[in-house]
């Protein structure tokens, strides 16, 4: 009997995969094109993928050299080299983007997490990268910080494809979804083509466990032997039933008349994003952040081994909308014992737009370092 493709059937039941990878060697050698004749149909990185490209790859050495050279400043070496990998792979998907008629093939560059908690600047740079950019299947990340929000509000206005990154809070999902709405509607109050504007709520999955966990284990560590084994089922639950939630919301926010008319104009929804979906725990199956997380209108995006993790043997099957209840009973469980998660995708949130921020910072710094080729 002839195996299936499980990232075919992913695709199948209506969610998207997306390498959560870029750099220049897999653009030049041919594999990112490889990975979408695979099936993969889009592409997402951050300042610390970058930063770890830009220190490990030989392929920006002699073009570094060059411009330093020139005497460039680092920081806007670090644009440059950015803007141009994420062209050429918008180059690549340029295809799945046309084949899809704009609903699928983007490549995502986020602002500088230095400026999260600039409203305004951030407008400004999101407007530049995308001035800069210069395609269709570019969708510029805005953290979804209390600052990013009406920025987000403000490119979606514009008619700008936003990948809405570093959420990890179902109330700060609704508050992502209001701005998306909000932008929606200006939009089409200017004139606007609804059917050009495209979306996506990032949610970052393994983390929420990470630090559930680390928590769970502590309370474990203080109790007797016969009360342990309640927190023991809580671990590594708590983000699959929180994104389970998300998901639950997705559909309610995206169902009534204010979206009906929306649809109506040629909207389409904000697809819900699950990123972070590598295992952090080798206790855990390695494919458990996707096989937990599998229904219409949503995306998964793997790092390459998670990726290839799947492909080997990922089990596929509509997961999200099974045990909602048993979902929100797992959050109410972590509740009554002391779990504030309410805290900790705050802490999540400023922890991510920090360590963001420290990688880009270090890949300036870093740039001399970059690897001369032998």
């Not at 899809?100 to 999101?126: L, M, Y």
């Not at 403000?154 to 909000?182: D, H, S």
């Not at 081994?305 to 929100?328: C, N, P, S």
Request: aromatic share 6%; with cysteine; hydrophobic share 40%.
């Amino acid at each position: 009997m002839e195996k299936t493709d499980p990232i075919a059937e992913l695709k199948r039941l209506g969610q998207s995969v997306w390498l959560d990878q870029i750099d220049r060697t897999m653009i030049r050698s041919g594999l990112l094109a490889r990975y979408r004749d695979a099936g993969v149909t889009g592409v997402t990185a951050n300042p610390t993928i970058f930063a770890r490209a830009l220190e490990s790859s030989d392929a920006y050495a002699d073009e570094v050299a060059r411009r330093l050279d020139a005497r460039q400043e680092p920081e806007s070496i670090v644009w440059d080299l950015l803007i141009e990998d994420v062209q050429a792979a918008a180059d690549v998907f340029r295809p799945v983007y046309d084949r899809e008629h704009g609903g699928d093939g983007f490549v995502s560059i986020e602002v500088s997490p230095e400026i999260a908690g600039d409203t305004e600047r951030t407008i400004a740079a999101a407007r530049e990268l995308q001035r800069r950019c210069a395609r269709p299947n570019v969708m510029v990340k805005i953290p979804a910080t209390p600052a990013g929000l009406p920025a987000i509000q403000t490119m979606i206005a514009e008619g700008a494809n936003i990948n809405v990154t570093l959420i990890f809070g179902i109330e700060r999902y609704v508050k992502v979804v209001e701005a998306f709405l909000a932008g929606l509607e200006q939009h089409r109050a200017r004139g606007g083509d609804l059917g050009r504007v495209h979306s996506v709520a990032s949610f970052f999955v393994s983390r929420v466990d990470t630090k559930v966990d680390e928590q769970l284990t502590k309370k474990m560590e203080q109790l007797d032997s016969t009360r342990r084994p309640e927190l023991e089922g809580l671990l590594g639950r708590a983000a699959v039933a929180n994104s389970k939630l998300a998901y639950a919301l997705f559909t309610q926010l995206h169902s009534g008349s204010r979206w009906d008319a929306l649809r109506s104009a040629g909207a389409a929804v904000q697809r819900c994003l699950w990123a972070s979906t590598s295992t952090k725990n080798p206790r855990y199956r390695d494919t458990m952040y996707v096989e937990e997380l599998i229904g219409p209108a949503t995306i998964n995006t793997m790092p390459v081994a998670t990726f290839e993790a799947f492909r080997d043997h990922g089990q596929v099957e509509l997961t999200l909308q099974k045990d909602v209840d048993g979902a929100r009973h797992v959050l109410e469980r972590l509740a009554m014992v002391g779990i504030d998660l309410a805290a900790i995708t705050q802490e999540l949130e400023d922890e991510g737009v920090s360590g963001f921020a420290k990688s880009f910072r270090e890949s300036i710094e870093h740039l001399g370092k970059v690897r001369i080729p032998r």
